[in-house]
């Protein structure tokens, strides 16, 4: 079994700062891109950023420059610093991990509960 888990989320005026953090536990051989995605009310679930295995990140063109995305392959964690908030960044965060559970096994992409961020004064 397979659990990611997310913390940090919360309230914070615009302007402030959160780091969201994810952590991977369970049955894991090896992790390869994890993630974050958001769902703001009424809208579709969007991509944040990404970062792979080896480290290469990719990142939504609305956060380009005030997020970063970073992992702990040895802590099978990831980590969403978001800086500069703005109240159109509220959303549920979720994030995702797409792994192998044993050596011979098919990479599948899991994800966790979510988590509210809420950036308003």
């Known amino acids: 079994q397979v659990q990611l888990v997310e913390s940090g989320g919360g309230l914070v005026q615009p302007g402030g700062s959160l780091r969201l953090s994810c952590a991977a536990s369970?049955?894991?051989?090896?992790?390869?891109?994890m993630g974050w995605y958001r769902q703001a009310p009424g809208k579709q679930r969007e991509l944040v950023a990404v970062i792979t295995s080896s480290g290469s990140t990719n990142f939504a063109d609305s956060v380009k420059g005030r997020f970063t995305i970073s992992r702990d392959n040895a802590k099978n964690t990831m980590y969403l610093q978001m800086n500069s908030l703005k109240p159109e960044d509220t959303a549920v965060y979720y994030c995702?991990?797409?792994?192998?559970?044993?050596?011979?096994?098919?990479?599948?992409?899991?994800w966790g509960q979510g988590t509210q961020v809420t950036v308003s004064s």
């Open positions: 369970g049955s894991i051989f090896s992790i390869n891109a």
């Open positions: 995702y991990a797409v792994l192998s559970r044993y050596y011979s096994d098919h990479d599948q992409q899991y």
